[in-house]
T-cell receptor, first 116, second 113 residues
Framework: DTGVSQNPRHKITKRGQNVTFRCDPISEHNRLYWYRQTLGQGPEFLTYFQNEAQLEKSRLLSDRFSAERPKGSFSTLEIQRTEQGDSAMYLC??????????????FGAGSRLTVL | AQTVTQSQPEMSVQEAETVTLSCTYDTSESDYYLFWYKQPPSRQMILVIRQEAYKQQNATENRFSVNFQKAAKSFSLKISDSQLGDAAMYFCAPFFGNEKLTFGTGTRLTIIP
């Protein structure tokens, strides 16, 4: 297993365009998290899945944001009609769930979005 | 509301010396986990150390140890024998019953050769 994989690593787009990020978690992990990190700040929670179910969405996740995990494996995060304020690093992490006795999140390298 | 405070935006330490990074948090829960993560420049977030709130014994991982004071809601990280590779942003991140990590604002650690 190569850990948590995120693609693309860097995306530059013009304001108003749609972008999609993909996250491939560690294969045996049933939880998957999305965080957003702006420069010099700590990551902020966006949403998380247990298997294919999206269990929580942050108020930060406006209607322009949508996340899916259709088969409980990889996940996508789509941002529609991007705005300059969406420029950030989008981090994906995966873990076993609490009942499995492990809540340690393993992070991917992130997908950096730049909106011009 | 559950909050996390890292009051030291930046710290520096001489190579081979010891440094302590502070973290306080607020929660009404009694069962939770506490983590320190490290984020080197332009690299991914890496787990440094983990502490279960129900354990009185402080966690230790090689040169990294914590001072967990549950009543004071304090969770500091001590790095002994600092090395150049320790230079990074360090984030304190409790895992409460809301089932996600809540990150502090981070402390940027510089190692002076």
């Amino acid at each position: 297993d190569t850990g948590v994989s995120q693609n693309p690593r860097h995306k530059i787009t013009k304001r108003g365009q749609n972008v999609t990020f993909r996250c491939d978690p560690i294969s045996e992990h049933n939880r998957l998290y999305w965080y957003r990190q702006t420069l010099g700040q700590g990551p902020e929670f966006l949403t998380y899945f247990q298997n294919e179910a999206q269990l929580e969405k942050s108020r930060l996740l406006s209607d322009r944001f949508s996340a899916e995990r259709p088969k409980g494996s990889f996940s996508t995060l789509e941002i529609q009609r991007t705005e300059q304020g969406d420029s950030a690093m989008y981090l994906c992490a995966s873990s076993l769930d609490r009942n499995s006795g492990a809540n340690v999140l393993t992070f991917g390298a992130g997908s950096r979005l730049t909106v011009l | 509301a559950q909050t996390v405070t890292q009051s030291q935006p930046e710290m520096s330490v001489q190579e081979a010396e010891t440094v302590t990074l502070s973290c306080t948090y607020d929660t009404s829960e009694s069962d939770y986990y506490l983590f320190w993560y490290k984020q080197p420049p332009s690299r991914q977030m890496i787990l440094v150390i983990r502490q279960e709130a129900y354990k009185q014994q402080n966690a230790t991982e090689n040169r990294f140890s914590v001072n967990f004071q549950k009543a004071a809601k304090s969770f500091s990280l001590k790095i002994s024998d600092s090395q150049l590779g320790d230079a990074a942003m360090y984030f304190c991140a409790p895992f409460f019953g809301n089932e996600k990590l809540t990150f502090g604002t981070g402390t940027r650690l510089t190692i002076i050769p």
